[in-house]
């Protein structure tokens, strides 16, 4: 069983930064990488950013890469997402991602969801 807790979501103006986290605990040692999802009202569920099991690798969409960063500490098996210049747009609920699989814009790929952690950004 794996276990992904999130914290970091919350209400902050347009243009501002938010950081989330993500702590996975559990029999994550098939785990090749850890990521972010978001899925806002009515729309599917979107790829934001990834990390390989190595941290040395990221991957992001066009529309979040230069705003969004991904990291991680493997020691305390976390993974960050710090967003700076927050867009409207981004307003979301936010999951992390353990993946099993090594497409990492796919949700397919993904092994293990966080319980989500809401984001909104006001204009």
């Known amino acids: 069983q794996v276990q992904l807790a999130e914290s970091g979501g919350g209400l902050v103006q347009a243009g501002e930064s938010l950081r989330l986290s993500c702590a996975a605990s559990?029999?994550?040692?098939?785990?090749?990488?850890m990521g972010w999802f978001r899925q806002a009202p009515g729309k599917e569920r979107e790829f934001v950013a990834a990390?390989?099991?190595?941290?040395?690798?990221?991957y992001y969409p066009d529309s979040v890469k230069g705003r969004f960063t991904i990291s991680s500490d493997n020691a305390k098996k976390t993974a960050y997402l710090q967003m700076s210049s927050l867009k409207p747009e981004d307003t979301a609920v936010y999951y992390c991602a353990l993946y099993r699989r090594g497409l990492y814009s796919s949700a397919g790929s993904v092994g293990s969801w966080g319980q989500g952690t809401q984001v909104t950004v006001s204009s």
């Open positions: 559990g029999r994550t040692f098939s785990a090749v990488g």
């Open positions: 990390i390989d099991s190595s941290g040395r690798r990221t």
